[in-house]
Nanobody, 114 residues
């Protein structure tokens, strides 16, 4: 099973984007669904996660601007990103954690112009 991330693009500072992530097939036993990002020259960092379908956590840098949504039936997650800044420019990855380990998506590019 692979994860397919979509929704990235180019947006001006202050704008919004919504990312989506869905599995290519059946996936079960998901414990945590999360978004990460990696900016040029930097390490990949955790952005937001949803555990047990409802417990949400955010990195301090996106708290109040980003919202994570999870669908336990479809096994999908979205990331609503508002008030974007150039510092949010990165490749965004989704990741599902289950009893069988981690599954990563291929990444989707988000570019925020000033």
């Amino acid at each position: 099973v692979q994860l397919q991330a979509s929704g990235g693009g180019l947006v001006q500072a202050g704008g919004s984007l919504r990312l989506s992530c869905a599995p290519s097939g059946r996936i079960s036993g998901i414990r945590v669904m999360a978004w990460y990002r990696q900016a040029p020259g930097k390490q990949r960092e955790w952005v937001a996660s949803i555990t047990g379908g409802h417990y949400k956590r955010y990195a301090d840098s996106v708290e109040g601007r980003f919202t994570i949504f999870g669908d336990n039936v479809k096994k999908t997650i979205d990331l609503q990103m508002d008030n974007l800044s150039p510092e949010d420019t990165a490749v965004y990855y989704c990741k599902f954690n289950s009893a069988w380990g981690d599954t990563w998506g291929q990444g989707t590019q988000v570019t925020v112009s000033s």
